[in-house]
């Protein structure tokens, strides 16, 4: 499932269960609800030690730097593992923890036990797992760490282009 999307469109989010930035429960969210403009997606666990160290200050400075300020951004777990742990209830948790007014989904393995359908159509490694997406819908950047500075100068030039 590691093979890289970037230069690929972007797929719609399957998510089937959502909290608002508020953590009240809402209907599943869709790319274009992120708006039109970048958007980056988080995957995480709620037991993932990566998660919790690298992933979430990362999101974290994101979310924060004023020149993020119009992109779009939501956090996935993708519970593919540890599934009495990583369960939605944990979503508020998260969110409180780091202050993220984002909203927070939550997708587990199917009743067949597949990986989620998030992590196979975003082709992801694990967690933590970043995707940077451009207006156009196009996939920047995937991967276990994002670079910051990359992406924030895609959305300071206000185009789909991340050199």
Not at 60 to 75: E, H, I, S, W, Y
Request: net charge negative.
């Amino acid at each position: 499932m590691t093979q890289s999307i970037a230069g690929l469109p972007a797929p719609e989010l399957v998510v089937p269960y959502w909290i608002d930035a508020e953590g009240k429960e809402r209907l599943p969210l869709t790319l274009k609800e992120l708006g039109a403009r970048h958007r980056l997606l988080f995957f995480f666990q709620h037991w993932c030690g990566g998660c919790h160290s690298h992933g979430f200050p990362t999101l974290q400075a994101l979310v924060q730097d004023p020149r993020t300020t119009n992109v779009g951004v939501a956090a996935v777990q993708t519970a593919f593992e540890g599934a009495y742990v990583n369960t939605r209830d944990k979503l508020p948790l998260d969110q409180q923890r780091y202050g993220l007014r984002i909203p927070f989904g939550h997708e587990g393995r199917s009743s067949l036990g597949d990986y989620p359908a998030t992590m196979k159509n975003y082709c992801t490694g694990g967690t933590p797992w970043f995707v940077a997406i451009d207006p156009d819908g196009v996939v920047l950047q995937d991967g276990f760490a994002i670079e910051i500075d990359r992406f924030i100068r895609a959305v300071a030039e206000g185009g789909p282009t991340f050199r």
